[in-house]
Structures are given as structure tokens and as C-alpha cells.
């Protein structure tokens, strides 16, 4: 049997963990959402939504990956064979976010160019919307593509095809070893010259003055858990990917604390340079801090814009920002993509240069069709709003009540974080996996569902709203279980991988042999399924299945 691609050591995984928790959202998302909630006080909330939902989940994610070693779909499989529907949910929700992720890369490639010469002119949202992406006023699907977009996304796809088909250590995690290091560098810059302009102190006093009365407001508590659930990259798929790339003995629980709280002081980083900027902003135009802030596409393509052409050094600030851009979105679609390319390799036993050149190839060919045209920020805008609210929290919720309650395998996720981690876990964390976690989620979903099915999306007609939204997300739900349908094949992952955590597959590779021997190549000694009860023996003395009690 062969043995699972890996990454060379425990740091070539954390960087690139941290590569693909670090994106776009830690820039442009967290430090609107802290000055909306509380400014100063909201760290209390986003650090409680840190311990008790994004450490756990990532936990959750590092087990089910690294204990199963494969991608979702095989881990899944291998947990049950009635779970592996939710394995591929969560692949599709990769692809989908990874075909328009490329198109906002594009669009910071392009900005970094266009910073030099300040193309955006006077007016940087006309620029934009109209000389740049060329939206036109009707919204509807077509195949009128935008030169300055198309050109630079193929280039992403280029680069991608070259870094995905180089193999787990060589492509993705050199990538993250390069990226990250010079994102950090090029960010932390950016916050040192954002901090010297006139103004700054007023941004950073807006951003960080506490409002302690919005504590008691549920809405801000559901930001914080929100905000912490859609940075750390967790709950679909990612996670599992990069874990079951790992060497059998790895500290799971000591590197999701690492990969979890750099994620949270780079988002902290993040607040500090755009508020510093933001705040200059406000001043250089006689106007309040808010009313400046803004987030998302609307902070990054015209509001730093209007920054760069009335600071000091504003061509540094615009090269900085617009290129750390494109380092964090590119660590991070590397992540997203290799989820979608390690599931297909799984399941049907290719070689992963004719599955990166298939998936890669399809998922670029998609790509542009759809966001490099003029009506493509329109269909980024309402698949964004889908593929993260409804598709990443239902697939993460479903997941976690499937483990914990259905299947009841949560305790052999503890046991195994336990004997390969130096930070041990137990009852407080079962809790909050099985309790709070499905609570946290199941709101967010239920609330984003009936606000979209009540109010609709922004002034998207229903049509437009429901082939992108609701269509897509219900086709995900849908081929997604046809894909588990389907039969492995014979060279797929499951029948040729061995899994050494787990011993000696059987001839269906669906199964845990009970007492097999870890790493044994023999024929199989058994044909009972485990499971993990009290009653099931313990595999190895240095795999106990009652662990001492920890968090």
C-alpha cells in the first residue's frame, strides 16, 4: 500500500495552516466589524468566540483529518460510509469560492499596478465600477469580458496549476513559507507608515475606544463567533486537507493554538493600519471616522484608493496594501483549491499532475466564463453571500451534530488529539464541540436563511438572486450526494492508501480493524468495525481510549 502525501515538518504544515486562515477577511472584514461592534469592546466577545468555537472547531478539523488521513470526502467515508455526503458538500463549497476568489486576486494584482500612476483619478468608485470592471447598468450573465480582469486572473490560474502540481511540500507549503514572511513584512510596513499620518491617532481612537454597553447585545456576541468562524478557515474542508498530510506522531492541539491565535493578532495588525489610514482619511476630508469606514470591496477598491492619492508616500501605501492583498489571497486559494484537487485524487486514484491539470483546468475555465466579464462582480457579490452563510456554517453545523450526536465519535476525536498532542483536552472541550458549537451555528444559519428568504439580497432582482443563491447552494446539497453515490475506485485512496493511525485497512479500506496493530502491512487479523465506546479495546498502549482529563 502506498502512504499519504506529507508535509516535510510540524512548521511546513503551521505556515501553511496560518497561510490559509490569514486571507482577505483579516484585512478587510475584522476591522469593520470591531468598529461596528463595540469598537475596543469587542475584543472581550471576539476572544470568547476564539476559545470556545474557533480553537474547538479547528481541534475538530485537525482530528477528523489527521486520524483518517485523507481529504473530506475520504475522511468522512472512513468515519462512516453515510457521512461521506458531507465530505463533498464541503469540496463544492471550495470550488465555488475558489472559481470567484481568483477574480478578486486579479483585481489587487491590477490595483498594485495601478498604484504608481494613481490611475483611479478623482473619482476611484466611477473608476472602479465603471472604466475598470465596466459594469453595466442591466444585471444579467454575459460573456463580455473585461481584458484588464481576464489577463491577470488567467495568470493566478497559471500559477496556481504550478504550485498545486509541485506536491504538498515542494508547492504548497514552499509557497506558504515564502508567502506568509513576506506578507507579514509587507503588512507590518504598511502599519508603520499608515501609523505616521496626520489623523492616525483619530482612526486607532475610533477603532479601539470601548463601547462596554454593546455587551449585552446577542447581535454583537453572534458578530464575534462570526467574524472568528470565517477567518480560521474551518468547517469546510481545509483543515481536514492540510491535517491528513501530516506525520503520524504531531502535536494537533499545540499547532491549532499557534495557527489560531497568530490568526487573531494578525487580524488585531490589520485594524491598527487600516483604522491609522482611515482616520487620516476622515481628517484630510473635514469629516468624522465614520463616515469613512467601510469593508470589503468597498474598503479595498475605493476607499484606500481615495487614501493613497491624499497621503504622504501614498504610491508606498498603495503598492503595501494591494500587494498584501495578493499574498493573502493566494495562500489562501492555494488551500481552498487543493482541498477540491486532494478529493478527486482520493477518489479516483489519478496522479496528482493529471488531477491538479483536470481540476485546476475545469475550476479555471469556470472561472473565467463567470467573474471576467463585466456582469462578474454581480455574480461574486451573491455567490459570496451563499457559499459562506448558507454553505460553509450548514456544512460545519451538519458535521459537527453528525460526529458528536449521530455517529457518536467524538470521543475517539478526543483520544486521538490526547495521544499525539501536548495540550490535552477532555470534558469542557466534548462540550463545547457537541453543545455549543451546534448552538452558535444553528443560529447563525437559521437567522442569514430567513433575513435572505424574507428581505432578499441588496437590490439583486429575485431571478439573479435565486440561479446564483438559493440554485447554487441547493445543487451543491444535491451533487454532493450523488458524488457519495458513486464507487471508489480500485486505485482510489481508500482501497491503496495505507492509514498508519489507524492500522491496516481492510480489502474496502472503509473500516478500523479492531485490535490491528498501527503501521502493521500484514493481512488483516479482524472484521469487526470499531467503535468508539467504552467497551472498545484500546489499540495501542500509546493510543489510550481513556485519556487522563484535561480542558
Known amino acids: 500500500m502506498s502512504r499519504r502525501e506529507q508535509f516535510a515538518g510540524r512548521w511546513a504544515f503551521i505556515f501553511a495552516a496560518i497561510g490559509s486562515a490569514v486571507g482577505l477577511g483579516n484585512i478587510w472584514r475584522f476591522p469593520y466589524v470591531a468598529y461596528e461592534n463595540g469598537g ?89 465600477f465603471g472604466e475598470y470592471l465596466q459594469v453595466p447598468e442591466r444585471v444579467a450573465p454575459t460573456l463580455e469580458f473585461v481584458p484588464a480582469v481576464f489577463w491577470p486572473m488567467l495568470v493566478v490560474w497559471v500559477i496556481l496549476l504550478v504550485v498545486l502540481g509541485a506536491g504538498v511540500q515542494r508547492g504548497i507549503a514552499m509557497a506558504s513559507l515564502i508567502g506568509i514572511p513576506v506578507l507579514f513584512i509587507m503588512f507590518i510596513a504598511l502599519v508603520i507608515v499608515a501609523l505616521t499620518l496626520p489623523g492616525a491617532m483619530d482612526g486607532l481612537n475610533a477603532l479601539f475606544t470601548p463601547n462596554w454597553s454593546v455587551l449585552s447585545d446577542p447581535q454583537v456576541w453572534i458578530a464575534a463567533y462570526g467574524q472568528i468562524f470565517f477567518s480560521l478557515s474551518v468547517g469546510f474542508g481545509i483543515m481536514i486537507t492540510y491535517a491528513s498530510y501530516l506525520k503520524r506522531r504531531t502535536n494537533l492541539t499545540g499547532s491549532g493554538l499557534m495557527v489560531g ?155 486521538h488529539l490526547n495521544a499525539v498532542s501536548s495540550f490535552r483536552v477532555g470534558r469542557i472541550y466534548k462540550v463545547l464541540v457537541a453543545v455549543i458549537l451546534p448552538i452558535v451555528l444553528a443560529y447563525m444559519w ?20 435565486n440561479t446564483f443563491g438559493w440554485g447554487m447552494s441547493i445543487a451543491l446539497i444535491v451533487v454532493a450526494i450523488l458524488l457519495a453515490l458513486l464507487p471508489w475506485s480500485q486505485r482510489s485512496a481508500l482501497h491503496s492508501e495505507l492509514n498508519d493511525n489507524l492500522g491496516p485497512e481492510s480489502v474496502t479500506g472503509e473500516e478500523e480493524l479492531a485490535g490491528a496493530v498501527p503501521g502493521a502491512r500484514g493481512a488483516p487479523t479482524g472484521h469487526g468495525r470499531h467503535v468508539d465506546t467504552p467497551s472498545s479495546p484500546p489499540r495501542n498502549p500509546s493510543h489510550p481510549e481513556h485519556p487522563e482529563k484535561g480542558v
Not at 503598492?319 to 495562500?331: C, D
Not at 435572505?452 to 432582482?461: I, L, M, S, V
Open 261 to 415: 491565535f497568530t490568526n487573531s493578532s494578525f487580524e488585531i495588525l490589520c485594524g491598527i493600519g487600516v483604522f491609522s489610514a482611515l482616520g487620516f482619511m476622515a481628517q484630510a476630508n473635514g469629516v468624522q471616522v465614520a463616515d469613512v469606514v467601510s469593508n470589503g470591496i468597498g474598503l479595498a477598491f475605493i476607499a484606500f484608493p481615495t487614501i493613497i492619492s491624499e497621503a504622504p508616500l501614498g504610491v508606498l501605501i498603495g503598492v503595501l496594501f494591494f500587494a498584501s492583498l495578493v499574498f493573502a489571497g493566494f495562500t489562501s486559494l492555494v488551500s481552498i483549491l487543493e482541498v477540491v484537487v486532494s478529493a478527486v485524487k482520493d477518489k479516483l486514484g489519478w496522479s496528482r499532475w493529471t488531477t491538479v491539470s483536470v481540476v485546476v483546468g475545469f475550476s479555471g475555465i469556470v472561472s473565467l466564463l463567470l467573474f471576467s466579464t463585466t456582469t462578474g462582480i454581480n455574480v461574486l457579490d451573491v455567490t459570496d453571500a451563499w457559499a459562506n452563510n448558507f454553505g460553509i456554517v450548514g456544512a460545519a453545523l451538519v458535521a459537527v451534530v453528525v460526529v458528536s450526536w449521530l455517529l457518536r465519535r467524538l470521543d475517539g476525536m478526543v483520544s
Open 40 to 128: 475596543g469592546a469587542f475584543i472581550v466577545p471576539y476572544l470568547v468566540a476564539l476559545l470556545t468555537a474557533g480553537i474547538p472547531l479547528l481541534f475538530f478539523d485537525y482530528a477528523i483529518g489527521h486520524r483518517f488521513k485523507g481529504s473530506p470526502p475520504l475522511a468522512f467515508r472512513r468515519l462512516s460510509k453515510w457521512a461521506e455526503s458531507i465530505g463533498w458538500w464541503q469540496v463544492l463549497i471550495c470550488f465555488v469560492i475558489g472559481v470567484y476568489y481568483a477574480a478578486i486576486i486579479a483585481y489587487a494584482a491590477m490595483y498594485t499596478w495601478f498604484s504608481f500612476g494613481e490611475r483611479w483619478g478623482d473619482d476611484p468608485e466611477a473608476f472602479f
Open 446 to 465: 437559521v437567522s442569514d436563511v430567513v433575513l435572505k428568504a424574507t428581505e432578499g439580497y441588496g437590490d439583486f432582482p429575485a431571478w439573479f438572486v
